[in-house]
């Protein structure tokens, strides 16, 4: 669960400072774009954190960054809500600084983490891969000990259902657990872009996305469906003065919009 997640703010790393013995390093958020063999284009590849805090409630982390990464960097930290240290130079100092502002004009939200499915987590490196990739898919999921009876899917590793051979293949892995799980049930879906993900949070009154562009450019156009009725959003983007979401729509099974520009990082907060 978010709590007061404003004030779990991501701090710089001072100068020739370093960071606690027991912090866990965190990858620089980015995408890099790699050669698919099937089809000869470049596909994107997103080195994203987000898992990695998740399984390590408690934990500290850090990230070594320069410029405009860090603004994507602290980002990260404060949407997964981790007070993370942030080492940069001088141009990463300046950009953080910047969206450090932005997120304290955040509200404070109290909201669970909406999740589709349930991993029961065994420590192993299979395990993480596949939390990994969902995460990239935009697939909701959450930690679990023991399968949670109100998901729709459960996936526990080496169980019959999802037997130790196909954890060798995680990216088949998680494309089986899409199709279980069936995207008209998901809580939250993204469409117009394969570089950005979401955490999607919510309680009986409102709810809210986070998105983040790990791109270094903007995404525009980009259409977001999220599962349940919601009459109005507020949508703060990080670069963008009185950004509003456009084609706002209502239908049996959800609410749709759209997100004209997205730069590094925006939320939504969406009201009943």
Do not use: C
């Not at 669960?1 to 013995?21: C, D, N, T, Y």
């Not at 001088?90 to 991993?119: C, N, T």
């Not at 980009?222 to 239908?251: E, H, I, Q, T």
Request: aromatic share 8%.
């Amino acid at each position: 669960m978010i709590l007061a997640a404003i004030l779990l703010l991501p701090r710089l790393l001072p100068s020739g400072g370093e960071p606690p013995a027991d912090s866990v390093k965190l990858s620089p958020p980015r995408v890099q774009y790699r050669i698919n063999e099937a089809s000869a284009t470049r596909s994107p590849w997103i080195d994203a954190n987000g898992w990695r805090i998740i399984r390590a409630p408690g934990k500290s982390f850090f990230y070594q960054v320069n410029g405009d990464t860090s603004t994507l960097a602290a980002a990260e930290a404060f949407t997964y809500g981790t007070g993370a240290l942030i080492s940069t130079d001088a141009s990463g100092g300046k950009a953080f600084e910047s969206m450090l502002d932005f997120l304290r004009s955040i509200p404070e939200v109290d909201q669970p983490p909406v999740a589709d499915i349930g991993l029961v987590d065994d420590g192993s490196d299979a395990a993480g891969e596949v939390m990994n990739l969902l995460a990239r898919m935009n697939l909701l999921y959450k930690i679990e000990k023991e399968a949670d009876k109100s998901l729709r899917v459960n996936v526990r590793l080496g169980s019959k259902e999802y037997p130790a051979e196909e954890a060798r293949n995680p990216s088949m892995l998680a494309h089986k657990i899409r199709s279980l799980l069936g995207d008209e049930t998901r809580s939250l879906r993204i469409y117009g872009s394969e570089v950005v993900i979401a955490r999607f949070t919510a309680n009986s009154r409102q709810a809210r996305i986070y998105l983040l562009n790990y791109s270094n450019r903007p995404v525009r156009g980009l259409r977001v469906r999220v599962k349940g009725a919601y009459a109005k959003g507020d949508l703060r983007v990080f670069g963008v003065n009185g950004a509003s979401p456009a084609d706002w729509s209502n239908d049996s099974g959800g609410t749709e919009f759209t997100v004209p520009e997205l730069g590094p990082f925006a939320v939504i907060d969406l009201y009943r």
